[in-house]
């Protein structure tokens, strides 16, 4: 996914740089006359930013699914234990440090004191096991579940020092405290979620509070005015609409209605880059899009014919085609973020693919 915005004011720009960390896949196109190196960051404003989708809720367990809105609204109001730098050192954000054993079956987590949840619930260990130990919970059919299975238990080890119990060493450990995709490693208030308003009104300790979402139309978030960083955040508002369409999403940031928008549509990105008054932003997730077969019924149940459609999909072509280049090729699951070793990728060969049909 893209992102077109119009240049504006140092807030703006800065509240920028966090959307950025949020992990959001995005491509941002700001109009203005100064780039974001050039100005300096100043206080208050809306941001007003356009997407494609609507938020499916806010509650890891009961959100139909992280993307959208959801995602990023989700980072601004709750925050992780930790986030991963451009080297993937360990940032402290609501954890202090994470210790492993010599086993490395066992690692321990320090968490920061003295901070609170927007609805005045402390956050401290109780927080954190609550809400890790919802996802852990078979009965509670966690969808992402699946990715951290070695996980075992979380258990306190004081008031603010929790030890999380593996089945066995996992490297992963980190990556799943600090994923940025989804809702995982997101602490929410026990309260919020006890009280179950949090997939729709979601309560966390992040830079910005929950203030309305009106479904189809918009979400609004506004400034925390105790965040536990000082100093932060530097905008009073954001407001963040679905707009499907993508040409009226090009209109509302082409006519000033919006500062951001979401896109992966290769016209708009191309014109806009190519525009002076605008400057561009990349990200790029590790990850594929995967098409999936059903391989029960003829003719897809031969594997013969599966392996013939794989050969026969010309991958470079098709990626060319449809973004004009502003996609990456790439022939793992990981893209250009993670090499590999020869992954058996079945080339486009039309030969070898009409060989198998006629088998």
């Known amino acids: 996914m893209k992102q077109i915005r119009r240049k504006a004011n ?9 959307l950025l960390a949020m ?12 780039s974001a190196q050039d100005v300096k960051a100043k206080y208050g404003g809306t ?3 356009v997407g494609e989708l609507d938020a499916m809720g806010f509650d890891a367990v009961k959100a139909r699914s992280t993307v959208g809105a959801g995602r990023a609204v989700g980072n601004l109001v709750m925050e992780k234990l930790f986030r991963r730098g451009k080297d993937d050192t360990l940032i402290p954000v609501l954890g202090l440090s994470a210790t492993p054993s010599e ?5 321990t987590v320090k968490l920061r004191e003295g901070i609170k949840f927007h609805d005045g619930t402390p956050f401290n260990a109780d927080a954190v096991i609550r809400h890790w130990q919802r996802l852990l919970d078979p009965k509670n059919r966690y969808r992402h579940r699946i990715l951290f299975r070695p996980i075992v238990s979380v258990e306190k080890a004081g008031e603010y020092e929790v ?3 593996l089945k066995h060493a996992w490297v992963p450990f980190l990556s799943v405290l600090t994923n940025p995709s989804g809702f995982t490693a997101l602490i929410p208030s026990p309260k919020a979620v006890e009280e179950d308003v949090q997939n729709r009104a979601p309560v966390g300790t992040g830079p ?3 203030k309305e979402w009106k479904s189809g139309d918009h979400i609004t ?7 536990w960083q000082k100093g932060k955040p530097y905008l009073d508002e954001i407001t963040l609409r679905p707009i499907p369409d993508h040409e009226s999403r090009y209109a509302a940031l082409a006519s000033g209605q919006a500062d951001i928008m979401i896109t992966d549509r290769p016209a708009h990105v191309k014109k806009l880059t190519a525009n002076p008054d605008f400057t561009k932003y990349v990200l790029n997730f590790r990850g594929a899009v995967i098409l999936a077969l059903n391989n029960s019924k003829p003719p897809l149940d031969d594997v013969r014919v599966r392996r013939a459609m794989a050969l026969a999909w010309d991958q470079k072509k098709y990626i060319k085609a449809s973004f004009k280049d502003i996609v990456p090729y790439t022939e793992n699951w990981f893209g250009d973020s993670l090499k ?3 992954v058996a990728y079945l080339r486009h060969d039309l030969k070898k693919a009409k060989a198998l049909i006629a088998e």
């Open 340 to 342: 590999c070793d020869d």
């Open 221 to 227: 978030v506004t400034k925390n005015p105790n965040y």
């Open 103 to 107: 086993d490395g079956k066992t690692w």
């Open 208 to 210: 910005f509070i929950f």
């Open 47 to 49: 941001l007003r930013i």
């Open 10 to 18: 140092a807030p703006k720009m800065a509240l920028f740089a966090i």
């Open 23 to 34: 992990g959001m896949i995005v491509m941002a196109v700001a109009a203005g006359n100064a």
């Open 163 to 165: 030890r999380f119990l």
